[in-house]
Nanobody, 122 residues
Framework: QVQLVESGGGSAQAGGSLRVSCAAS????????MGWFRQAPGKEREFVAG????????RYADSVKGRFTISRDNAKNTGYLQMNSLKPEDTAVYYC???????????????WGQGTQVTVSS
């Protein structure tokens, strides 16, 4: 199994940028697809972005397309979410997730980090 630890959250002004990271330990990071999710107060957790094992393919929620970029460095066992043009509605706890799916995208992600807070002020 794999353990995930997020870092890099914080506060930003609307229009600003932040990058959150997800450090993986345990089994080989490249054996897992990686995803980012977020949960705002009073709302359900939602998918933000996902990236396949090799980093060759990614997908995004419509709400973040063109603003957020997911990436990974398998040599460093770390994944990233670069967030640009931030909006107050991006305020949430951001979680990274991993799943050993080989084909397609996970329906249920097996492993989760503890989350990191991102706050965007107007």
């Amino acid at each position: 199994q794999v353990q995930l630890v997020e870092s890099g959250g914080g506060s930003a002004q609307a229009g600003g940028s932040l990058r959150v990271s997800c450090a993986a330990s345990g089994r080989t990071f490249s054996s897992y697809a990686m995803g980012w999710f977020r949960q705002a107060p009073g709302k359900e957790r939602e998918f933000v972005a996902g990236i396949r094992r090799s980093g060759g393919s990614a997908r995004y929620a419509d709400s973040v397309k063109g603003r957020f970029t997911i990436s990974r460095d398998n040599a460093k066992n770390t994944g990233y979410l670069q967030m640009n043009s931030l909006k107050p509605e991006d305020t949430a706890v951001y979680y990274c997730a991993a799943d050993p799916v080989r084909v397609g995208w996970p329906v249920v992600w097996d492993y989760w980090g503890q989350g990191t807070q991102v706050t965007v002020s107007s």
